[in-house]
């Protein structure tokens, strides 16, 4: 049974950093890309960040590209998610989901973020 | 990047009709790499259709995908109960992998 579970959410002040991180079990994580997925309180999808396989491509939506930073642990099964320089508009419910075709195949059921002064 | 823009924004059928769901892209989708997913209340999204057409495992057959280019439609014949939900579409074809902003299926 495939299992991605996120943690590391929370309240955070703008202008802080916090680092997300997505466990992954039952696939075989080496296999799959990866993508980070936020939706903001009462606001649909919208895709922050993917990973390859490999680790060796990256990609960012404009919205957090500079600020927020993928990378992965194979060894670990774990996906990770440094997010800086925190603003309001941050704020939302961070999942993680595996990509084995450029999709999202499997979704973790998410972490809050929340950045409020 | 490529915008969706779904239609509409919110439906409103009975048990047993036909939903019909449009996804339109500001430009082509490279590959038909188009998909959907189905969301409900405090819940992740649920993959239903990739490749525009192709069925996620475990997804009823009442659930079909069509289209080709910039215009693709999801299509949800005898609707059930279960089906009332938000229904998102997002185009992996080309970086920043971009998503609708979804359509609400709401019971009459």
């Known amino acids: 049974q495939v299992q991605l579970v996120e943690s590391g959410g929370g309240v955070v002040q703008p202008g802080t950093s916090l680092r997300l991180s997505c466990a992954a079990s039952g696939i075989p994580f080496i296999k799959y890309g990866m993508h980070w997925v936020r939706q903001a309180p009462g606001k649909g999808l919208e895709w922050v960040a993917s990973?390859?396989?490999?680790?060796?491509?990256?990609n960012y939506a404009d919205s957090v590209r500079g600020r927020f930073t993928v990378s992965r642990d194979n060894s670990k099964n774990s996906l990770y998610l440094q997010m800086n320089s925190l603003r309001a508009e941050d704020t939302a419910v961070y999942y993680c989901?595996?990509?084995?075709?450029?999709?999202?195949?499997?979704w973790g059921q998410g972490t809050l973020v929340t950045v409020s002064s | 990047e490529i915008v969706l823009t779904q239609s509409p924004g919110t439906l409103s059928l009975s048990p047993g009709e036909r939903a019909t769901l449009s996804c339109r892209a500001s430009?082509?989708?490279?590959?038909?790499?188009l998909a959907w997913y189905q969301q409900k209340p405090g819940q992740a999204p649920r993959l239903l259709i990739y490749g525009t057409s192709s069925r996620a495992t475990g997804i009823p057959d009442r659930f079909s995908g069509s289209g080709s280019g910039t215009d693709f439609t999801l299509s949800i014949n005898r609707l059930e109960p279960e089906d009332f939900a938000v229904y998102s579409c997002q185009q992996y074809g080309s970086a920043p992998y971009t998503f609708g902003q979804g359509t609400k299926l709401e019971i009459k």
């Open positions: 430009q082509s989708v490279g590959s038909n790499s």
């Open positions: 989901a595996s990509s084995g075709g450029g999709y999202g195949d499997y």
């Open positions: 990973i390859s396989n490999d680790g060796s491509k990256e």
